[in-house]
Nanobody
Framework: VQLQASGGGLVQAGGSLTLSCAASGRTFSNYAMGWFRQAPGKEREFVAAISWSGSSTYYADSAKGRFTISRGNAKNTVYLQMNSLKPEDTAVYYC???????????????????WGKGTLVTVSS
């Protein structure tokens, strides 16, 4: 299983970015997917997650109202639309996948089975 994240970059505060994560290697119809981030000197933290069907989404308090997670029709791509970005959103963003047996998504790093390499998001003030 491989996860490839893309879409990071430098953006001014208040701007927007959309991250993408493409999964390959197996059918992802029964995999929940999520985004985590890690800022310099800080632990990796949960950002958003989506169930395998896409019907359930979960957000960290810091992301609510500003970020939107979604899945592509083929279920093997997940997106994170980030609006109203703040300097404190600066971090390396990682996508992750978890095999699940019901329509929910883990919200802790230990609950994820596969990880992609991160993509750096830098928000300037």
């Amino acid at each position: 299983v491989q996860l490839q994240a893309s879409g990071g970059g430098l953006v001014q505060a208040g701007g927007s970015l959309t991250l993408s994560c493409a999964a390959s290697g197996r059918t992802f119809s029964n995999y929940a997917m999520g985004w985590f981030r890690q800022a310099p000197g800080k632990e990796r933290e949960f950002v958003a997650a989506i169930s395998w069907s896409g019907s359930s989404t979960y957000y960290a308090d810091s992301a609510k109202g500003r970020f939107t997670i979604s899945r592509g029709n083929a279920k093997n791509t997940v997106y994170l639309q980030m609006n109203s970005l703040k300097p404190e959103d600066t971090a390396v963003y990682y996508c992750a996948a978890a095999r699940v047996n019901s329509d929910y998504a883990p919200r802790i790093a230990d609950g994820m089975d596969y990880w992609g390499k991160g993509t750096l998001v830098t928000v300037s003030s």
